[in-house]
């Protein structure tokens, strides 16, 4: 809580540091982590500014963070109920408004309700390096506290349409941001904005962002950078569209009739099902990485890495992973090896890499593992008979199976990194009972420490692990409603629309349709599912189409792109015949859901959102929907349950719903908290 101090000299109040250097009062942000800007942080700055300006031996104020950023903006929890007061745009009026220069003194991170504090002050002092980023169309939202009206205020509209649109974080040095600043120094910007602050204080002079007109002097650019804008939206609604509009209203309308407007657009979007759906899986997946074995065990550093085993493809790509971050890399098999020398003459032919990286990568490639060298061991080896040996990792290192696509049963602690490596960025540990903590944690931290987003899967309950688990659910109500008479392409479609990026067939043809038969295989036995659901496969298998790699599968692959294959290319049967009045996306989700609940149940996963993190993360799943278990909630589960009961009669064990779901359904709750609260 602020208190009031006028003893003189430094002073911490709350989460505010307050230090007076020459008549100037150095207002410092210092809340572990990142200077979020939680309701109490906001009152005791304002607390702070109230008692500057009725101060008569401080002539000005600097605003400024403690430790690595200025402010990371909102916790996101907070938009998630009622917003505190003082709200960001109240505490940005305090600044803009206040008597006396107050300058924002700028390093580090400043993100989001961040930059809204920036760009209220009266002048801004950044070093180069720091880096501002306004992430809120990522989350479905649009900036507010004023932001959309400061900003072409200050830049115009491209800029601040373009620095809105991204999301991205940009440099404070980078010249399109230049008259955001009155000074960009290489050093501590601190000293330089006490400067300011007291020429400003000379002057007796206040210039608020509202009243620049700079960005705003070409009215005719600003129209034309609207137009551009619009056309690459074509017509699409969502953030984007609000975000324009706000924008415009920056030009149209005087200054609190565009803050009015701002604050509509900002709530409206605040209580969007997509702005919900998107904070979600942005939470989500910084929980999924609390696992206990972070504090139970100790955390040894991972930095060679032996790959034995494995094809060359997949091992390569999980290589250069390891390379580009400056692992050592020892490689079991030799094809692996050329393979990653091919991938990285390759990088420097397109000019993604230069010679001197490509050198300093294979400089740390070795070909052969040396028992007791490796921290870690990844036994990706396809066949794990009794006797075959596999050389250790060093004493205290970590030995670990590595998922190439057959699952991870019974693996004591397997590990899926999901691929393509580079951009899927999300792994999955498995860990069996009386794995060691000291294991689970160095792995845990590894992925953490190369930017990868993980999900824990307990073992025997995970099976094939939480990806294939889930996945198989799609996979097997696709082929049960192939059986019944849809098309693949029809089945595909469905998924489409339901938020999967690619439809189950053209996923089976490009993992390899043997591959997809023997993780089924497992998995339908575990569910009590008749030998005929394999018939769609297995009809496939025999005419040799085994998937994309042949060219056959599902569909064929001719250069021009996939195409059903022949004899499974007709209409099929009408949707009404097969599903009645449940849409084949709703069945798809139905049967998605069903598989989550079971996984839940089982104890396979730490919590519900970690699964909507697997079909996000790892294929693709719409991330504006937050994942299959979100859109749920944000359906309905009562919906959900009378598609499952509807559908039951195809397949009970794919569409039976869970008790969980009934129960959920009965209490009038979601996976998330109550029906409705999604």
Request: proline share 6%; net charge neutral.
């Amino acid at each position: 809580m602020y208190q009031s101090g006028r003893t003189g000299g430094d002073e911490v109040t709350g989460q505010i540091q307050i230090e007076r250097r020459d008549g100037v009062a150095v207002l410092r942000i210092d809340r572990p982590v990142a200077n979020a800007l939680a309701p109490q942080v906001r009152a005791d700055l304002s607390a702070a500014l109230q008692d500057v300006a009725d101060d008569g031996d401080l002539r000005a104020v600097v605003i400024c963070g403690a430790g690595p950023g200025f402010s990371s903006g909102v916790d996101l929890t907070e938009y998630d109920g009622p917003l505190a007061s003082p709200w960001v745009d109240q505490l940005c009026r305090e600044i803009e408004e206040c008597p006396k220069p107050v300058v924002a003194a700028l390093h580090g991170s400043i993100l989001g309700a961040g930059v809204a504090l920036a760009f209220a002050a009266h002048a801004r002092v950044a070093q180069s390096d720091a880096r501002l980023a306004l992430p809120e169309i990522s989350l479905g939202m649009i900036p507010g506290a004023g932001v959309t009206q400061r900003a072409p205020r200050l830049v115009g509209a491209q800029v601040a349409l373009e620095l809105m649109l991204s999301g991205q974080p940009v440099l404070a040095s980078d010249p399109r941001l230049r008259p955001m600043f009155d000074q960009v120094t290489p050093g501590d910007p601190q000293p330089a904005a006490i400067a300011l602050a007291q020429k400003l204080a000379d002057k007796g002079s206040c210039p608020r962002t509202r009243d620049r007109v700079r960005g705003l002097s070409d009215p005719v650019g600003y129209q034309q950078s609207l137009k551009l804008v619009a056309k690459r939206l074509g017509g699409q609604g969502g953030a984007g569209a609000d975000i324009l509009r706000a924008v415009e209203a920056a030009q149209l309308l005087p200054f609190e009739q565009g803050l009015e407007f701002e604050q509509v657009l900002f709530e409206d979007r605040l209580q969007s099902p997509e702005a919900r759906a998107q904070r979600h899986i942005f939470a989500a997946e910084r929980r999924a990485a609390i696992m206990p074995e972070l504090s139970q065990g100790k955390v040894r550093p991972l930095n060679r890495i032996a790959l034995a085993g494995g094809a060359a493809g997949a091992l390569a790509d999980l290589g250069m992973l390891y390379l580009d971050v400056g692992k050592e890399l020892e490689v079991e098999d030799g094809a692996t090896v050329q393979r990653l020398r091919r991938n990285y003459d390759d990088a420097v032919a397109k000019g993604r890499l230069d010679e001197a990286g490509r050198s300093a990568r294979l400089a740390r490639l070795t070909q052969g593992i040396a028992p007791g060298r490796a921290d870690l061991v990844l036994d990706a080896r396809e066949a794990r008979a009794v006797g075959d040996s596999l050389p250790g990792p060093c004493e205290g290192g970590v030995l670990a199976r590595l998922d190439t696509g057959a699952g991870l049963d019974g693996a004591a602690l397997g590990f899926r990194v999901y691929r393509p490596a580079h951009s899927q960025r999300l792994t999955e540990i498995t860990v069996g009972e009386g794995t060691s903590p000291d294991a689970v944690a160095s792995l845990a931290r590894m992925c953490a420490d190369m930017g990868r987003v993980t999900v824990r899967a307990a073992q025997p309950a995970a099976g094939a692990g939480l990806g294939h688990g889930m996945t198989a659910a799609v996979y097997l109500a696709a082929l049960d409603l192939v059986r019944a008479g849809l098309t693949p392409l029809r089945v595909d479609q469905a998924a489409q629309r339901m938020g999967l990026r690619t439809g189950p067939f053209l996923m089976m043809d490009s993992e390899g349709l043997a591959l997809v038969a023997q993780r089924l295989r497992a998995v339908a036995a575990g569910m009590g599912l008749s030998e005929g659901w394999a018939a769609p496969l297995d009809e496939r298998l025999a005419k040799g189409a085994t998937g994309r790699s042949v060219g056959r599968g599902f569909y064929d692959y001719p250069p021009e792109g996939p195409r059903p294959s022949k004899g499974l290319a007709g209409a099929g049967r009408a949707i009404t015949e097969v599903l009645g009045d449940v849409a084949p996306r709703h069945a798809l989700h139905a049967a998605l859901v069903n598989a989550a609940a079971r996984a839940i149940a089982a104890g396979a996963v730490q919590r519900a959102s970690d699964l909507d993190v697997v079909m996000v993360r790892g294929y693709g799943y719409e991330r504006a929907s937050g994942g299959p278990l979100m859109q749920a909630d944000q359906r309905g589960l009562l919906a959900v349950l009378k598609d499952m009961k509807a559908l039951a009669g195809i397949s009970a064990p794919i569409w039976a719903p869970h008790p969980m779901i009934v129960d959920l359904v009965k209490n009038g709750r979601g996976f998330f908290g109550r029906a409705g609260a999604a």
